[in-house]
């Protein structure tokens, strides 16, 4: 009886302390899209853009990968994967990075897009499935980001406005890196919520006028549009380590 008992206890001690260890290794990140101070509501809202252009939005998604976090001791925790944010999907925009535990960390810095190599590897499953709608053809790859909706300012059919940005060498390099500084704080944290603002793609560096650029899908304008929304991005908050 004393023996079994002993068992459950140890076995009862083991399970919480791996159950804890296991939430720990699972580092959280969440995105919320807005328009300038507005959430982004898609196919009703109505905005403004810089220039003072109304329009709405009816497709807002992208690709982010390669994940690192940067320790406040300079150590960094890597993540590989490569995840499909989809505002018309209220689940890809809060995942987990595996294996990355909770920690002191000073930045985080991701890939906007797919990188080379996987834009060279033909046709792939999960986030990379071409039924997602983000894959052009075998040979021009995978389109990072796609923003899709109407303008009374546009002059396409139906005052349509569309970019779909991809493309990893030149004359259209959209792949880019997006690092953001986190608060210095004593304590853990676990979980990381980011802004995407979409006024940003608008308006950063180069205002966009959808009276005269109402359309980008190949590599014209590209580059410029991905300049833009490479600095959509900002912390929202930081949660502690339970």
């Known amino acids: 009886m004393i023996h079994w008992l002993r068992f459950s206890v140890l076995a009862l001690v083991f399970f919480f302390s791996w159950n804890t260890l296991y939430s720990q290794a699972n580092f959280s990140i969440r995105f919320e899209h807005a328009v300038g101070t507005e959430a982004l509501i898609l196919d009703s809202l109505q905005y403004k853009n810089v220039l003072g252009q109304n329009f709405t939005v009816s497709k807002f998604k992208y690709y982010v990968s390669n994940f690192r976090l940067k320790r406040n001791d300079g150590k960094e925790e890597f993540s590989k994967e490569v995840f499909l944010i989809n505002e018309e999907d209220s ?29 060279c590897s033909g046709v792939q499953s999960g986030a990379l499935d071409p039924v997602n709608g983000m894959f052009w053809t075998w040979n021009t790859g995978y389109i990072f980001l796609k923003l899709e909706g109407k303008s009374p300012e546009s002059t396409a059919n139906g005052n349509i406005f ?68 490479s600095k959509m991005f900002s912390i929202l908050e930081e949660s502690k380590a339970k």
Do not use: W
Not at 95 to 116: C, E, H, M, N, R
Not at 162 to 188: F, M, W
């Open 162 to 229: 569309e970019y779909h940005i991809g493309g990893y060498k030149t004359p259209a390099n959209c792949i880019r890196q997006v690092i953001l500084t986190l608060k210095e704080r004593d304590s853990e944290i676990s979980e990381i919520s980011i802004k995407a603002d979409v006024a940003e793609i608008f308006k950063n560096t180069v205002a966009l006028d959808l009276a005269k650029l109402n359309s980008v899908t190949d590599f014209h304008n590209a580059e410029m549009v991905a300049d833009n929304y």
């Open 91 to 119: 689940g890809s925009k809060h995942f987990l990075l595996k294996d990355i535990p909770a920690g002191k960390y000073a930045s985080v810095q991701f890939t906007l897009g797919v990188d080379s190599i996987l834009n």
